[in-house]
């Protein structure tokens, strides 16, 4: 069939062609490197990845196998005096406190250096809304009269006369238990530092105190609904552990990603006398001033012990993820060279095909 001559053609009209600009790039002529997979490429790297990954993953499973950890749950501790349940107090009297305490027993020394945790179960602090109730601005010292809505429904008081600093649900909800360990074996209170517990970045950088007496400063100020103190009042024993540098409050701050989560509470101190080689064994008492709330959403609270490896704490799910991995690679090596055994052509079978080719 006769081609159609050139001058038949319509030209295009100046500004209006669809026709794409005469590049590389939108005439689709860039080179390009499209890879054969043949078995003798394919298989050595699955074997090399299960090869380097398994040690890998034995090594930080080792690692995380030597934190020592004990978890003591408190959730359903009894009340010293009245021997109810202290989570019953709580729950059934708003703003009540009850006093506990968990005998428990270290089995072998806790070599330094070693961290209190404590640890809280099914608390969703990972909640789109919840995450989002904070005032950033009010955190780093520019207190305002108008709280961001974010924080709301925990930006005024009930009356909607006083703003709330530092306002929000997750500041609302900071955890307020007081925990303290008790050596039986030793009759001595165990030595616990309150301070080098917060990101040192979020200290420098994310949470400021306004300028002046902090007392004066948050004087037009409402503390948060379930608080017990004033926002000047967290840290008694350390002045400068006030206000929105207290560390308690900056840990809590910094929202967990799963419901069940553990922060940093205390540090040991290992500078004091019978602790400088770090937790003995033998008998302790967990003595707790029980004020948070946690068995209405059946959730529960522990204190952890626990030291560090080289990589942190205790987290066995990276070498499991390691040694998981690498073993999967090897069985689909061992499977993918069977199947190459069997039925398997040539690379130049494969790649030198013919219109003449039986297959």
């Known amino acids: 069939m006769d081609q159609p001559s050139t001058s038949a053609r319509v030209p295009d009209t100046p500004g209006r062609s669809k026709r794409p600009f005469a ?7 860039l080179p390009a490197w499209q890879p054969i997979l043949t078995a003798s490429s394919v298989l050595p790297t699955f074997f ?7 040690p890998i993953g034995v090594g930080l499973l080792h690692l995380s196998q030597s934190v020592q950890e004990k ?3 408190y959730t359903y501790c009894t009340d010293i005096v009245s021997g109810k349940k202290c989570s019953d107090i709580v729950t059934n009297s708003s703003g009540a406190t009850c006093q506990c305490k968990v005998p428990f027993t270290l089995d072998d020394l806790f070599r330094t250096n070693v961290y209190i945790y404590y640890g809280l179960s099914n608390y969703y602090q990972n909640h789109r809304r919840y995450v989002k109730s904070r005032d950033d601005f009010q955190l780093l010292g520019k207190l305002s009269s108008e709280p961001s809505s974010d ?10 006369k006083k703003p709330i600093a530092p306002c929000g649900a997750i500041a ?9 360990l008790f050596s039986k074996t030793l009759n001595a209170s165990v030595p616990l530092l309150r301070t080098g517990i917060a990101w040192p970045s979020d200290k420098e950088y994310k949470f400021k105190n306004p300028p002046g007496d902090l007392k004066t400063a948050f004087s037009q100020f409402a503390k948060p609904k379930d608080w017990k103190k004033n926002v000047w ?8 552990n006030n ?5 308690d409050f900056i840990v809590w701050m910094r929202t967990a990603a799963l419901p069940t989560f553990r922060k940093l509470y205390r540090r040991v101190d290992h500078s004091a006398k019978d602790f400088n080689g770090g937790l003995p064994q033998g008998d302790y008492e967990l003595i707790v001033k029980y004020s948070y709330q946690v068995t209405s959403f059946k959730g529960t609270k522990s204190l952890i012990i626990s030291n560090t490896s080289m990589l942190g704490g205790k987290n066995p799910f990276l070498g499991i993820a390691y040694i998981t991995v690498g073993c999967i690679c090897i069985f689909l090596g061992v499977v993918f060279l069977f199947i190459h055994i069997k039925f398997g052509k040539k690379s130049a079978d ?3 095909i013919s219109p003449s080719t039986s297959y």
Request: with cysteine; hydrophobic share 35%.
């Open 71 to 73: 978890v003591i749950d």
């Open 48 to 54: 090399a990845i299960g090869v380097v990954f398994i």
């Open 233 to 240: 009042e967290l840290d008694p024993l350390i002045p400068e």
């Open 350 to 352: 494969v790649i030198n």
């Open 151 to 160: 924080c709301e429904p925990y930006a005024y008081t009930k009356d909607g």
């Open 243 to 247: 206000g929105l540098q207290n560390e």
């Open 23 to 29: 590049n590389k790039f939108k005439q689709q002529r």
């Open 172 to 180: 609302n909800s900071l955890f307020n238990d007081e925990l303290s």
